[in-house]
T-cell receptor
């Protein structure tokens, strides 16, 4: 089983739709979790960290389910500009362990 | 701050040639890493470093060497380039806490003929 798994998509949704991505991780000792956004031919950039209690940033909501070992990202009221690849990332039990990425989920928001 | 910088942006090599991909950061981060990204494969860790003088292997280290003589610089060396090393290479750095954001450089697009 891969350490971090995501549905590759693509997810094609109309503007204004709500879309959700899940990401599962295999290491139960993982301590920190992130969602990154990557535009075509660009470097990944942090979208949001994922906290145990869940967190929201505008139209974006991230949640962590430690019991089932997955994190989720919910995007409400999708915009054309949300079209990108979304990568989940997981880090182990200390700051010195590498960040492991899923393969990413492609989202296309259509007018 | 320039953040994480990488040079060159693009490079074409012939099989068997060697080269060094440069990476530098000006955020005084201890932790730096190199990833390669291939279609359908996601970001795969090549090597990483937790501080000057300390390096370790990631998931796909074969064919690559690294060194970390200063906090700022983390070059990646291809010893004898192979077509399988055609990829986009990203360097990244992170502050000490595991909750800190990992910053990426703009990437180097490498083609090996």
């Amino acid at each position: 089983r891969k350490e971090v798994e995501q549905d590759p998509g693509p997810f094609n949704v109309p503007e204004g739709a709500t879309v959700a991505f899940n990401c599962t991780y295999s290491n139960s000792a993982s301590q920190s979790f992130f969602w990154y956004r990557q535009d075509c031919r660009k470097e990944p950039k942090l979208l949001m960290s994922v906290y145990s209690s869940g967190n929201e940033d505008g139209r974006f909501t991230a949640q962590l389910n430690r019991a089932s070992q997955y994190i989720s990202l919910l995007i409400r009221d999708s915009k054309l500009s949300d079209s990108a690849t979304y990568l989940c990332a997981v880090r182990g039990s200390s700051g010195n362990t590498p960040l492991v990425f899923g393969k990413g989920t492609r989202l296309s928001v259509i007018a | 701050n320039a953040g994480v910088t990488q040079t060159p942006k693009f490079q074409v090599l012939k099989t068997g040639q060697s080269m060094t991909l440069q990476c530098a950061q000006d955020m005084n981060h201890e932790y730096m890493s190199w990833y390669r990204q291939d279609p359908g494969m996601g970001l795969r860790l090549i090597h990483y470093s937790v501080g000057a003088g300390i390096t370790d292997q990631g998931e796909v280290p074969n064919g690559y060497n690294v060194s970390r003589s200063t906090t700022e610089d983390f070059p990646l060396r291809l010893l004898s380039a192979a077509p399988s090393q055609t990829s986009v290479y990203f360097c990244a750095s992170t502050g000490e806490s595991s909750y800190n954001e990992q910053f990426f450089g703009p990437g180097t697009r490498l083609t090996v003929l």
